[in-house]
């Protein structure tokens, strides 16, 4: 017949075989609930870190953008003021114009002699067609003066643009 071992002698033996389970169970489960809090902290500090990215290029979009308006403001002042000097480069030669053409009437009205009008309407066509070709000259260098300097603060911000933003990332 089998002996028979006592409740006592078969827990001893069940209860050391059951904890060793438990044991690896529960190391187990620190290591990985190590694990986890370190990739949850690990994708933490790296989405804080896109996220502090994201948002000083955000505000390096809105100052660059700031700056692309004040260059235009700048531009549409530039060329206000000179538009306005040529009109009035303009009015002047039409001005001058106009007071040789009155003076060379006035003088036709004095003439004696056919030939003496014509010499002076001759002088007068003459003057005035030198006149134009200069001041054609004058208004044309201006107006390319001013577009460069129109230009100029939109030149600058796109040269800028890209220096700062045509570099690989």
């Known amino acids: 017949m089998a002996s028979k071992k006592s409740v006592e002698a078969v827990e001893a033996e069940v209860v050391p075989a059951q904890a060793a389970p438990a ?34 290029t955000a505000e390096d979009m809105v100052t660059f953008g700031q700056g692309n308006m004040e260059a235009f403001v700048k531009a549409g002042q530039i060329w206000a003021a000179g538009v306005q000097d040529l009109s009035k480069q303009m009015a002047a030669t039409a001005q001058a114009q ?13 003439v004696k002699s056919f030939k003496e009008a014509v010499d002076l309407q001759s002088t007068l066509a003459r003057s005035t067609v030198e006149k134009a070709v200069a001041e054609t000259g004058k208004l044309t260098d201006a107006s390319m003066k001013l577009a460069e300097q129109t230009f100029a603060p939109i030149t600058a911000r796109v040269t800028l643009a890209v220096e700062k933003f045509g570099r690989p990332v």
Do not use: P, Y
Not at 25 to 45: F, G, N
């Open 23 to 56: 044991a690896a169970v529960e190391q187990t489960t620190k290591k990985a609930l190590a694990l986890t809090t370190a990739s949850i902290e690990k994708t933490k500090t790296e989405a804080t870190a896109n996220m502090e990215k994201a948002m000083k």
């Open 98 to 110: 106009m007071d040789q053409t009155v003076a060379t009437f006035k003088a036709l009205a004095g």
